[in-house]
């Protein structure tokens, strides 16, 4: 069974601060992906990685693939309120129409 | 414009009533998605269509029966609602049918249904 885990669950920072967040699997990937979902709202995709090692920036935020496609990390630098959410990592099931979603990381981060 | 809608956006009612659940994408899609997000913001696919066919059924109880009417409608119905479908359920669709990096699902504002 593919499972996507994230850690943390949680995460509760000061703005300005640094973190990493974490999506692990057991399985290969064949591509995975980060979306953010704001309180009251639906996931939106922020961003695809499909080469193992791959890296990839958006503003503040950087995206990496492990080499063994079997995990992903978020890294946002300098976090501000708005980063504020639910991030989500979600991979395809090999050769199907669905995907399946990590567990989650609630972000606050604080004024 | 709004590119995945759905109604209502809050839907509370008794336990054994049924209801349903509408979904509009203006985004020329051929792909759409039922997911169910838990209280602990865990997301599960539920349902897909492609062109109007059923692609994706997954162990869902047969209380709820998804009708496509056409390719930019997906309509969610509940027969005999219990306590445990109190959810936020979530509409998407997609250009690309097949999961893979080309594959990027727009979600709708979701539905937060409560049964009592």
């Known amino acids: 069974t593919q499972l996507l885990e994230q850690s943390p669950q949680f995460l509760s920072i000061q703005e300005g601060e640094n973190l990493t967040v974490y999506c692990n699997s057991s399985?290969?990937?064949?591509?995975l992906q980060w979306y953010r979902q704001e309180p009251g709202e639906g996931p939106v995709l922020l961003v695809t990685?499909?080469?193992?090692?791959e890296v990839k920036k958006l503003k503040r935020l950087t995206f990496q693939f492990g080499d063994a496609r079997k995990d992903s990390s978020l890294h946002i630098t300098a976090a501000q309120p708005g980063d504020t959410g639910l991030y989500l990592c979600a991979g395809p099931f090999s050769k199907t129409y669905k995907y399946i979603f990590g567990t989650g990381t609630r972000l606050k981060v604080l004024a | 414009d709004t590119a995945v809608s759905q109604t209502p956006k809050y839907l509370v009612t008794q336990m054994g009533n049924d209801k349903s659940i509408k979904c509009e994408q203006n985004?020329?899609?051929?792909?759409m998605y039922w997911y169910k997000q838990d209280s602990k913001k865990f997301l599960k696919i539920m349902f897909s269509y492609n062109n109007k066919e059923l692609i994706i059924n997954e162990t869902v109880p047969n209380r709820f029966s998804p009708k496509s009417p056409d390719k930019a409608h997906l309509n969610l119905h509940i027969n005999s609602l219990e306590l445990g479908d109190s959810a936020v359920y979530f509409c998407?669709?997609?250009?690309?049918?097949?999961?893979?990096?080309?594959?990027?699902?727009?979600f709708g504002p979701g539905t937060r249904l409560t049964v009592l």
């Open positions: 985004l020329g899609h051929d792909t």
């Open positions: 990685v499909v080469t193992g090692g």
């Open positions: 998407a669709s997609s250009q690309v049918v097949l999961a893979g990096p080309l594959n990027e699902q727009f």
């Open positions: 399985s290969v990937f064949s591509s």
